[in-house]
């Protein structure tokens, strides 16, 4: 039996509550340190700081908000796939033994 | 400096004094609880526990990555805006990103820097971090760190000093073929703890006891005439000379390697410093390079296990596998360190087991680092030897290093933790924060051209900007150029220090026995003549 269409109001609280599973148990930190051990091994983290420093050196007026706005898109698309598909199946297996 | 202004808000704070600003013991605060959830988090998985977590104010939502207001009680999301209303909304000024300290002024409407708040934030997590670890052997706690303040002594002679600007980085003249030595030294200049030592007057050239050839003598000259006033470029001339004379074998003009120089300086720094052993050393060498790497070695059969530690100062890793193994992807320095830790088989003749008898047996090997030092130093082995020491061709591969490098996947304790729970790469097999196993790279040298007519330079690290050394030529570079580079050594230095109990170094006791002696033979010889003297009056009468 296909499952019922949820609101964005449940879709929201049920990601609010996943949020706090996830946090609570600790799980959060042990998958973002994976995500960070991958992102620094592939060479993307020094990248982007590299990137965002020298940046930084010429951007007028510089401001933190700025200089995010500049960096976070190229930040989000260089994203190697295989990284993003590791990290996704990390978080999808925690959330299949959570949900019935 | 440069026209920078600083946050004039934060600076009135930090000028009210630490302890009387709440918002800044608040920061505090928040930056410890952050430490402490962390070193919860990694433990809570296996229990039923639950880490207490914060949820926003404004949206009621949990928050994985909570800004909390330095003025009241308010948490909230960065992202949607909630803190930054709040801090309007109450004209409070400042909030903080509890995960990096960052802390946010409404007024100037951007991120802040300020040194004193720096300096209390790593304060703060590095006190949380020292009541979460043990040593492993002596499972005594860490040595807290205090910070230094200055004896009425101190402040007397800091008052008389005479401050002098110093551009900290000087370029070395090539005396001939001598870049090998040239980016050696560059990267002990560039290296905290051999600067600190030398800076720091340890080791006075002017009132070593050692007549000629002392090359810690030749450190502190080099480390004087790097932080004087003169910023053209300095030939270590006395240097070379000494180094000649201490290590024959890379005397004379042709190029020479430059690990081999940097082993050699080692050696030679080690043994004219006051106090250095053959054991157990804690010279400056030893306190800042030495580390320990245990071989284990398991018979296939019977599985008994046998293990040796040997001390190391540097670990030098293979470009190629063994003919057959297959690479997965790129050279990476991380896959150089996993081909070092991995284990390999030993041909049947080279094993006999001590439980099982049998000589001739399958046995397997693996290294692994028990004890890490200070300072890493790692030399890319590109030079292929053939028989004698004369040199067949340079490999050239290029690898890829990191900034920043975690080594806790190649320590013995994490690499048997891991093997135990069949965990690989979880961070709850680390014991103790992670940040104990954190280094940052501050020195590069690279070589290009081929082995006999090829050039040195390498790039260093001042904080946080990057500059590259070619002999006398400095010149300011983005990080990005430095990993880039056709690296040959790379030096990496501890996030964190972490201090054993105190116990009195050996140099010391060694100088106060001398000290002791000294005066016991002084009271003798007193003694003595007095009683000739006593003797010659007696005889008179």
Same mark, same amino acid.
């Given at each position: 039996m296909p499952p019922a269409a949820a609101t964005p109001a449940e879709l929201d609280a049920l990601q609010a509550q996943l949020t706090q599973r996830l946090l609570e148990s600790g799980e959060w930190d042990r998958i973002k340190f994976v995500l960070a051990a991958k992102l620094n091994d592939s060479g993307w983290t020094d990248d982007m700081r590299n990137r965002s420093k020298e940046r930084a050196r010429t !951007?007028? &007026?510089?401001?933190f908000n700025a200089l995010l706005e500049e960096m976070l898109p190229p930040a989000q698309t260089s994203i190697p796939l295989a990284i993003r598909r590791d990290v996704i199946a990390l978080i999808r297996g925690y959330i299949d033994q959570q949900i019935e | 400096m440069n026209g920078i202004q600083g946050c004039p808000h934060i600076a009135a704070l930090v000028g009210l004094g630490d302890l009387a600003s709440g918002p800044l013991r608040k920061f505090q605060e928040v930056v410890a609880w952050e430490a402490r959830r962390a070193q919860q988090a990694k433990t809570v998985?296996?229990?039923r526990k639950k880490v207490s977590i914060p949820f926003c104010s404004t949206c009621k939502v949990p928050l994985p990555r909570p800004f909390v207001c330095l003025h009241c009680s308010y948490a909230g999301c960065w992202r949607s805006g909630h803190v930054s209303e709040h801090l309007q909304e109450s004209q409070h000024i400042f909030c903080a990103d509890v995960t990096t300290g960052s802390i946010f002024c409404s007024e100037c409407k951007d991120f802040i820097y300020h040194a004193r708040v720096d300096e209390l934030y790593r304060a703060a997590v590095v006190t949380e971090e020292e009541k979460q670890t043990r040593f492993q052997v002596a499972k005594k706690p860490r040595e807290r760190f205090q910070s230094w303040v200055p004896t009425a002594h101190d402040v007397v002679a800091l008052e008389n000093a005479a401050t002098i600007p110093c551009q900290r980085r000087r370029g070395l003249l090539?005396?001939?073929?001598?870049c090998f030595m040239n980016v050696v030294l560059q990267c002990f200049i560039h290296n905290p703890l051999l600067r600190n030592y030398f800076l720091g007057d340890k080791h006075n050239n002017r009132q070593c006891? !050692?007549?000629?050839?002392?090359t810690c003598c030749e450190m502190d000259k080099l480390f004087a005439e790097i932080f004087s006033d003169e910023p053209t470029a300095f030939g270590p001339v006395t240097f070379l000379v000494t180094t000649w004379r201490k290590s024959t074998e890379l005397a004379g003009y042709q190029q020479q390697d430059a690990h081999e120089f940097f082993i050699s300086t080692l050696n030679n720094i080690h043994s004219s410093s006051r106090g250095s052993t053959n054991i157990s050393c804690n010279c400056i060498v030893h306190s800042t390079f030495a580390g320990q790497l245990q071989s284990d070695v398991v018979c296939e059969r019977c599985g008994n296990e046998t293990s040796t530690v040997d001390p190391m100062l540097d670990i030098s890793l293979e470009l190629r596998g063994k003919p057959g193994e297959v690479l997965a992807g790129e050279n990476t320095l991380t896959t150089c360190l996993k081909r070092y830790t991995q284990r390999e088989k030993l041909g049947s003749k080279q094993y006999s087991c001590s439980k099982c008898g049998k000589s001739g047996q399958e046995a397997s090997k693996r290294m692994s680092i028990r004890k890490l030092p200070p300072v890493l130093s790692f030399q890319f082995k590109r030079f292929e030897h053939k028989g004698d020491k004369s040199v067949s061709r340079k490999i050239d591969t290029r690898v890829r290093f990191p900034a920043i490098l975690d080594m806790a996947p190649f320590t013995t304790h994490v690499m048997k933790n891991a093997e135990k729970e069949n965990?690989?790469?979880?961070?709850?097999?680390? &014991?103790? &924060?992670i940040t104990m196993y954190e280094y940052d790279l501050f020195a590069v040298i690279n070589h290009e051209g081929q082995i006999n007519n090829g050039h040195y330079t390498n790039y260093a690290r001042y904080e946080d900007e990057w500059y590259r050394f070619d002999d006398d030529k400095v010149t300011a570079a983005s990080l990005g150029s430095v990993l880039a580079s056709p690296a040959y050594m790379c030096f990496y230095v501890k996030r964190h220090l972490d201090y054993k109990p105190y116990t009195t170094p050996s140099y010391v006791l060694k100088r106060e026995n001398e000290v002791a002696r000294e005066k016991e033979i002084e009271r003798e010889k007193e003694l003595s003549s007095i009683k000739e003297l006593e003797d010659a009056l007696l005889a008179t009468v």
């Open positions: !951007i007028e &007026p510089l401001s | 998985g296996a229990t090539n005396l001939g073929q001598t006891k !050692i007549e000629e050839d002392c965990s690989n790469g979880s961070m709850s097999a680390y &014991p103790g &924060p």
